[in-house]
């Protein structure tokens, strides 16, 4: 019995993700330089992390039971099922490019939040204001997530995998926020890290030709769910910015504590993490549109359910 072919693999369109990468590192860069090495980065953020202790006690407690359910033991599972998908599809390749996505993303951020990236003291601060806190582990842990089961689930099923785990993953870095646990810098370099990784991953795929055109039906309640969350990311970010820009420009003094001050810039750093990440996210589904890192690309294999 004749079988069809496996699909090619994609030919063009690679330099997408060094590109995409390169964008991720100018990022992180610009970012620290910005927050923590200027005078008003600092002042903004102090200012945040002032305005936090304004939070409603139920939104306190949102945010502390979704950050505590990430743990070293949520974390070996997340690894553990990433893997376990990609070995399901006979791609040893491809589990190898998802738990790399989600270890190599903590190994960076912690070692430059604990060992490399200093917060130097530009503004008179003390107690929880003056340690450094960049980047969000937190937050790096829960986009390398979403991030390696883009790359790992079938294309077929990464919908109902988007579903559960998009929101979940931009809600993280806004309950940092909330919760005094990070500033809004540190959860825009968890981003910029994720996209780094995530995108090396699928470069160091698409190099060995295990990434293939998908040539099947559009899925309309994907496109939905992408205009839901670029919607929703646009209005926080928008949000954000005129919550931190008419302060700035109308030359308010946030080096001293002020209630209504303070919490305007909670809600704009709260606003900006959340919109961030969600627009971090979209770029990265959008790069894998209609893409996907193939099923079994043995050498006469017959291609598996999952593939176009």
């Known amino acids: 019995m004749t079988t069809s072919a496996p699909p090619a693999p994609v030919r063009t369109g690679r330099r997408r993700w060094p590109v995409a990468a390169a964008l991720g590192l100018v990022v992180l860069a610009a970012t620290y330089v910005l927050a923590v090495w200027t005078v008003p980065g600092q002042v903004v953020e102090n200012a945040a992390l002032r305005g936090a202790d304004q939070v409603r006690p139920d939104d306190l407690d949102a945010a502390a039971q979704a950050?505590?359910?990430i743990t070293v033991w949520?974390?070996?599972v997340a690894v553990v099922l990433i893997?376990?998908?990609g070995l399901a599809r006979r791609r040893v390749d491809l589990a190898v490019a998802g738990v790399a996505v989600i270890v190599i993303g903590q190994l960076i951020t912690q070692s430059l939040k604990r060992f490399i990236l200093p917060r130097p003291p530009l503004v008179e601060v003390i107690g929880d204001y003056s340690h450094n806190s960049f980047p969000s582990g937190h937050t790096t842990i829960a986009m390398t997530v979403l991030f390696a089961a883009i790359i790992v689930v079938p294309y077929r099923w990464r919908g109902l995998a988007l579903l559960g785990s998009l929101t979940w993953a931009i809600g993280i870095g806004a309950y940092?926020?909330?919760?005094?646990w990070h500033r809004f810098s540190d959860t825009l370099g968890a981003d910029a890290i994720a996209l780094i990784c995530g995108c090396l991953a699928a470069w160091w795929l698409a190099r060995r030709g295990a990434i293939t055109t998908y040539s099947g039906a559009p899925r309309r309640g994907r496109v939905i769910l992408a205009a839901l969350v670029g919607i929703?990311?646009?209005?926080?970010?928008?949000l954000g910015?005129?919550?931190?820009g008419i302060p700035f420009l109308r030359g308010a003094d946030l080096t001293s504590a002020d209630v209504a001050q303070d919490y305007t810039a909670y809600l704009g750093a709260h606003a900006l993490a959340a919109g961030s990440s969600g627009a971090t996210a979209l770029t990265f589904w959008a790069m894998w549109h209609r893409l996907e890192a193939g099923g079994d690309r043995r050498p006469g294999a017959t291609p598996g359910p999952d593939q176009p």
């Open 241 to 244: 910015v005129m919550l931190w």
């Open 74 to 76: 949520s974390l070996a």
């Open 67 to 69: 950050l505590d359910q």
């Open 83 to 85: 893997a376990a998908v």
């Open 232 to 238: 929703g990311s646009l209005v926080f970010l928008a």
């Open 176 to 180: 940092t926020v909330t919760a005094k």
